[in-house]
């Protein structure tokens, strides 16, 4: 059964730092890794998609890597802003069932001013 | 993007009443919807796989009379939580294959509080 980890659970930055979020999971025999942004009380936002033959995305300020043998992915955020507050939370799909995604329980970011 | 609407964001209703959540696809068809759960500070559980002309498929351990889903058109699923009880409060969200078939797409969620 696959599990995913993040860490840290939460972080507190100040504004214009560069930020790493870490997400690890058990079974590296995965379709698809996916990286989500979500606001209180609110749906997910995909940010990042990432294919098992890829090694990384980017879009914007944000970049995530995937290392699919070692059972890990980041996501780099560059000059944080305090509209970046909010939990990110990654997801991976496995094999053969390309949209069920298994989450990991996210990482709490708040940018500070 | 692709836009997933969920309806409502936020019901709150007495213990033994049914509460019905829908899901919309606003511009591609989805034939494949999915329903999650989450609580304060967890992370997203699948509850069930909605096809649409078919029955939905649940994970293990949730009630299927519980959670009723009907996905009757391609651009609408709905689960509906029977004789709520004050366990069942949770935030419920349901996300929808992308045209491309890759990228899953995510409603805003439904916050259901049961008194």
């Known amino acids: 059964k696959q599990e995913v980890t993040q860490i840290p659970a939460a972080l507190s930055v100040p504004e214009g730092e560069n930020l790493v979020l870490n997400c690890s999971f058990t079974?590296?025999?995965?379709?698809?890794l996916q990286w989500f942004r979500q606001d209180p009380g609110k749906g997910l936002t995909s940010l990042l998609l990432?294919?098992?033959?890829?090694r990384e995305q980017t879009s914007g300020r944000l970049n995530a890597s995937l290392d699919k043998s070692s059972g890990r992915s980041t996501l780099y955020i560059a000059a944080s802003q305090p509209g970046d507050s909010a939990t990110y939370l990654c997801?991976?799909?496995?094999?053969?069932?390309?949209?069920?995604?298994?989450f990991g329980t996210g990482t709490r970011l708040q940018v500070t001013l | 993007g692709a836009v997933v609407s969920q309806h409502p964001s936020r019901v709150i209703c007495k213990s033994g009443t049914s509460v019905k959540i829908e899901c919309r696809s606003l511009?591609?068809?989805?034939?494949?919807m999915f329903w999650y759960r989450q609580f304060p500070k967890k992370s997203l559980m699948l509850m069930a796989t909605?096809?649409?002309?078919?029955?939905?498929?649940?994970e293990q351990g949730v009630e299927k009379d519980k959670f009723l889903i009907n996905h009757a058109s391609l651009t609408l699923s709905t689960l509906t939580v029977t004789s709520a009880h004050p366990e069942d409060s949770s935030f419920y969200i349901c996300?929808?294959?992308?045209?491309?078939?890759?990228?899953?797409?995510f409603g805003s969620g439904t916050q259901l509080s049961v008194l």
């Open positions: 079974d590296s025999a995965i379709y698809n």
């Open positions: 909605s096809n649409e002309g078919s029955k939905a498929t649940y």
């Open positions: 997801a991976v799909g496995g094999t053969g069932t390309a949209s069920k995604l298994t």
């Open positions: 511009d591609f068809q989805a034939t494949t």
């Open positions: 996300s929808a294959r992308g045209p491309l078939g890759e990228k899953l797409f």
């Open positions: 990432i294919q098992s033959s890829q």
